[in-house]
Nanobody, 125 residues
Framework: QVQLVESGGGLVQAGGSLRLSCAAS????????MGWFRQAPGKEREFVAA????????YYADSVKGRFTISRDIANDTVYLRMDSLKPEDTAVYYC??????????????????WGQGTQVTVSS
């Protein structure tokens, strides 16, 4: 099973930017689609963005479309989430996830089989 480690979270003012990173530990996630989810206090974990194994296809939740960008560095086995124009409602723990099997991509929690521990993002107003 792929082990994933997120980093880059923190406290930022509304309108600011952050870049989250997700690195594989122990095994490569080459060939897997990757995704980012988030969970705010008292809410369900929700889909944010996903990228295909090749990086050629990306998907976004409507709430972040135009503000967030998912990308991956295949050579370094790292996935990124660039977050611009942050809003207080973006405050959540952000989780990185790897697809449930190589080549498969989806936007549901069940479409992802390995998860990181999460990194906190707090946006102040």
């Amino acid at each position: 099973q792929v082990q994933l480690v997120e980093s880059g979270g923190g406290l930022v003012q509304a309108g600011g930017s952050l870049r989250l990173s997700c690195a594989a530990s122990g095994r490569t996630f080459s060939g897997y689609a990757m995704g980012w989810f988030r969970q705010a206090p008292g809410k369900e974990r929700e889909f944010v963005a996903a990228i295909s194994w090749s990086g050629g296809s990306t998907y976004y939740a409507d709430s972040v479309k135009g503000r967030f960008t998912i990308s991956r560095d295949i050579a370094n086995d790292t996935v990124y989430l660039r977050m611009d124009s942050l809003k207080p409602e973006d405050t959540a723990v952000y989780y990185c996830a790897a697809g449930v099997r190589p080549g498969y991509i989806g936007i549901r929690r069940a479409d992802f089989g390995s998860w990181g521990q999460g990194t906190q993002v707090t946006v102040s107003s």
